[in-house]
């Protein structure tokens, strides 16, 4: 009998309560849900990729791009759990690149 108000645009809260973000240094996805073996190669290779401390946006830009897979240890199923994280934070629905993949609702037939 209890109703609970469901959010479902509700943002993936991690360890010290805040909401993951783009904006957040790439540390909050260890304490989000990120394994160390997902999360250490990014560690390692990012900030050296990028020249500069890697933050979440950086990750999930990458990921979209699909450069991720050029980072060392990180194979397919290590991608699949960073996409999960950064799907339950809600930042991979930035606007698609190519406007085919655009999800609209089915338009209603009568
Ligand atoms: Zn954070």
Known sequence: MTSQPAEPSE????GDGHT???DCPLQCLATAQLSAKSFNPLNH???W???RPAT???VTRLYLYGYLRYV???GPRRLGEIGLVLTLADLLSAPPRDPRTTTHAPTPRS
């Open 45 to 47: 290779e990012l900030p």
């Open 20 to 22: 993951l973000t783009a």
């Open 56 to 58: 979440v946006g950086d």
């Open 72 to 74: 060392r240890h990180l």
């Open 11 to 14: 943002r993936y809260q991690h």
């Open 49 to 51: 990729l990028l020249g």
